[in-house]
């Protein structure tokens, strides 16, 4: 493995300073820690929020403590949550910093937050492909009316950190696709069918 090579590419990707828990971190799980760059590089640094506050709000009048670095601590205190926009999905957020109050608007992706239940493969149907743990496909190699030999990959199912390949488990032509990159699936949800060649 070249370090050096992967320590260029995070600087071209993310800009620097680069640790080389970084580096170590993007050679063994690629994608897991492109996501957490771009994660930040949105939300900024997180891991000075209490893990509670992190999780899940404060409660109205509660007042906590964020210590940003040595000597610099934030006193925050949620005044009050807004309605609910169903045009943008947004709500306003009201609270102390420091004494002082401020206003945000929001995205409130629970209230957005669509329960997708999808068909179960059959285990007596060979021609049935189901996901073998729950996770998130994080690429399709294949699509409908693709010619595949057993053993050929699908999908690529990301979860817990690993990724894992779903393959075929015969020959035959793959006659219609259940999910698509991106989707969220659970054990045993139908990925796709394959009929026989």
């Known amino acids: ?14 800009g620097g300073p680069v640790t080389e828990c970084d580096i170590a971190s993007y050679v063994m799980y690629p994608k897991v820690f492109e996501d957490y760059k771009k994660f930040v590089q949105q939300y900024g ?10 999780l899940s709000r404060p409660e109205i009048g509660e007042e906590f403590y964020v210590e940003l670095e040595k000597g610099k601590v934030l006193i ?8 609910l926009s169903e045009n943008t999905g947004q709500r306003e957020v009201f609270f102390e910093m ?5 206003q945000v608007t929001v995205v409130d992706k629970m209230a957005a937050v669509e329960n997708v239940s999808r068909p179960k ?4 149907d060979s021609s049935q492909v189901g996901a073998p743990m729950s996770g998130v496909l ?15 990959p699908l999908a690529v199912l990301s979860a817990m950190k690993m990724e894992m390949v779903i393959s075929a488990p015969h020959s035959g032509k793959v006659a219609s696709l259940q999910v698509k990159e991106g989707d969220s699936v659970d054990g045993s949800d139908l990925v796709c069918r394959i009929t026989k060649a």
Do not use: I, Q
């Open 76 to 83: 925050l205190k949620l005044l009050a949550v807004g309605p």
């Open 98 to 102: 420091n004494g002082e109050m401020r």
């Open 121 to 124: 493969a059959d285990p007596g």
């Open 138 to 152: 994080v690429e399709m190699r294949v699509h409908e009316g693709s010619d595949v030999k057993r053993g050929d």
């Open 1 to 14: 493995v070249d370090l050096s090579k992967a320590k260029r590419e995070l600087v071209k990707k993310f």
């Open 45 to 54: 640094d997180l891991s000075v929020l209490p893990t509670r506050y992190f």
